[in-house]
């Protein structure tokens, strides 16, 4: 079975309350039963954080094992030099997701420390950002 990582950061456990206008109007765990439910060959594990180290520290555990990891790093993608640096020791392939298009944000939200250490993003499709990182995980391993 291919088992893949979720790992959403700060603030997206709001998903669903936090300005629908921007993210939607759906939990990520409503969402995630969908997904699970569009793959039934993938063993899916979710975790969320607020806390940038805790971040790190999932995606040591899982980066020498698991097929792949979604990585949607919240506000810690225009920050964290520390999260691209764990991306680039890790052997698991990872994709960057985002849910809003961070071309057409703030200026600060159109850079991302965690891009070049990443094997592709999806931003800007709402929560199919997911689905599609899903299918590019899946299309590196055929």
């Known amino acids: 079975m291919i088992k893949?990582?979720?790992i959403n950061g700060p603030n997206l456990n709001l998903l669903g309350k936090r300005?629908?206008?921007?993210?939607?109007?759906e939990s990520f765990e409503s969402y995630y039963k969908t997904l699970k439910a569009r793959?039934?060959?993938v063993d899916f594990v979710y975790f969320q954080s607020n806390h940038e180290g805790a971040l790190?520290?999932?995606i040591q555990e899982?980066?020498?094992?698991y097929d792949g990891i979604l990585l949607n790093a919240g506000g810690y993608t225009h920050t964290s030099i520390a999260l691209g640096?764990?991306?680039k020791a890790v052997k698991t392939p990872v994709?960057?997701?985002h849910i809003s298009d961070l071309s057409k944000r703030e200026a600060f939200r159109q850079v991302s420390m965690i891009k070049d250490?990443?094997?592709g993003t999806f931003a800007g499709y709402g929560m199919d950002s997911y689905r599609r990182g899903v299918d590019a995980i899946l299309a590196l391993l055929a």
Not at 62 to 65: L, N, Q, Y
Request: hydrophobic fraction near 40%.
């Open 4 to 6: 893949i990582a979720i």
């Open 19 to 25: 300005e629908p206008d921007i993210y939607g109007n």
């Open 39 to 41: 793959y039934p060959q």
């Open 56 to 58: 790190i520290d999932i």
């Open 62 to 65: 899982v980066g020498f094992d």
């Open 85 to 87: 640096d764990c991306i």
């Open 95 to 97: 994709i960057e997701v």
């Open 117 to 119: 250490a990443c094997k």
